[in-house]
């Protein structure tokens, strides 16, 4: 009987906790877009919208761009430690975001990045 009711008290608190983690939606950060070179402003708006749409297809939600300049701008300091990993990490906790993607392109031919 005694261990009925650690294995109830058990589940009890682990449901709601399996729950919520289940139902909290997967969201990242994504940073400017940094390039090496000159890069198109329509070759740039083609690459955002491949990324997003790849974002989509996973089902990961991002983190709107305002939020993102808004937390930048009121830490600067993190704004200029952004290519540290405990940096990238508050980044994401600040904006309740499970992921931040950074892109950097560069030019490898006349058509490819």
Do not use: N
């Not at 650690?6 to 449901?15: D, I």
């Not at 830490?75 to 540290?84: P, S, T, V």
Request: proline residues 3%; neutral net charge; aromatic residues 4%.
């Amino acid at each position: 009987m005694r261990r009925l009711t650690w294995l109830l008290l058990f589940w009890a608190l682990l449901l709601p906790l399996a729950a919520r983690a289940a139902g909290r939606s997967v969201q990242a950060v994504v940073l400017e877009t940094r390039t090496l070179g000159d890069l198109r402003p329509e070759d740039r708006a083609r690459i955002g919208d491949a990324l997003w749409a790849a974002l989509d297809r996973l089902g990961i939600r991002r983190a709107a761009d305002s939020d993102r300049e808004a937390v930048l701008s009121g830490e600067q300091d993190l704004r200029a430690c952004l290519d540290r990993d405990e940096c990238l990490e508050r980044l994401g906790r600040l904006l309740d975001s499970t992921h931040v993607i950074g892109v950097l392109l560069s030019r490898t031919a006349p058509t490819a990045f």
